[in-house]
């Protein structure tokens, strides 16, 4: 009988971990350039099974035959995927260490220092756990690292994804150009600009945390969880992203953290802001 236990524990424990693995990599391949290949591969088994259940041996021989091809092909094909998936388990927190995320943040400050001297308009969102491909309805796929002077060159007026916002993940700037979901709240102060209003809505609909330079002024701007922070300084600025992605060494250290974040949207007092 303990033998018979033990044997559908292992079972049950082995189609969990399956269950995880497929959906998260289900969940990673969408949006990407090999989406289309997955539901092609899908639609083949699919019919692969319907010819297995209709009992049309001759189809079935050539469709398993051609799927046991495919998983030769799906390396070649799903190549960069394969590359960016590992990339990403190597950048998860609990692989991640404080040092790597500080060096991350100093980049976005860099960024948002020299966004700001210059007055280029910017909005950048820093995925934290939520896909963030999954709530922007367009966006170009850049795929780089993320330095100060890449995401400079993209918010240069004129450049042709300068209007919309970027997405950085970890280190790297994965798409730009993006439209970010707009707040729907009623109770903002009417001058507050598109920009803003954008990086409220992304910060409502995910965990990310979103940096906005102003176009007119170069006034700085964050916001997270709904919460609207304006005209900060670079320190200020790297300190709300280091509450937010480092992660704290001690029980005080979290209450230290979350007394931080603001508890409300400022009275907004400057004319309308891109």
């Known amino acids: 009988m303990d033998l018979e236990l033990q044997t559908i524990w292992r079972f049950v424990v082995e189609i969990i971990i399956l269950a995880v693995g497929f959906y998260y990599a289900f969940m990673f391949m969408r949006g990407t350039r090999g989406w289309p290949v997955v539901i092609g591969f899908a639609v083949i088994l699919g019919i692969t099974l319907l010819t297995t259940f209709l009992e049309l041996q001759v189809l079935n021989i050539l469709l398993r035959g051609f799927l046991a091809v495919s998983a030769f092909a799906a390396l070649v094909i799903f190549q960069p995927e394969v590359r960016r998936l590992l990339a990403e388990l190597g950048n998860l927190p609990m692989f991640s260490s404080a040092r790597e995320e500080r060096e991350n943040i100093e980049v976005i400050v860099q960024a948002a220092e020299r966004l700001s001297e210059a007055r280029i308009g910017a909005l950048m969102a820093i995925e934290k756990t939520i896909h963030l491909q999954e709530v922007v309805e367009s966006g170009i796929i850049v795929d780089c690292e993320a330095t100060p ?21 970890g280190d790297r700037i994965a798409c730009a150009a993006c439209i970010f979901p707009l707040t729907q709240r009623q109770d903002l102060n009417p001058s507050l600009g598109t920009r803003h209003r954008a990086a409220i809505g992304m910060s409502e609909e995910t965990d990310a945390a979103v940096v906005i330079i102003s176009e007119e002024s170069g006034a700085i701007s964050h916001a997270y969880k709904g919460h609207l922070v304006r005209g900060v300084t670079e320190e200020e600025l790297r300190a709300f992203l280091s509450s937010v992605f480092v992660k704290p060494v001690s029980g005080r250290s979290r209450r230290n953290d979350s007394s931080r974040e603001p508890a409300s949207i400022p009275v907004v007092t400057k004319a309308q802001e891109k």
């Open 149 to 169: 002077e890449m995401l400079e060159t993209i918010f240069f007026p004129n450049n042709a994804v300068h209007d919309g916002g970027v997405i950085i993940k």
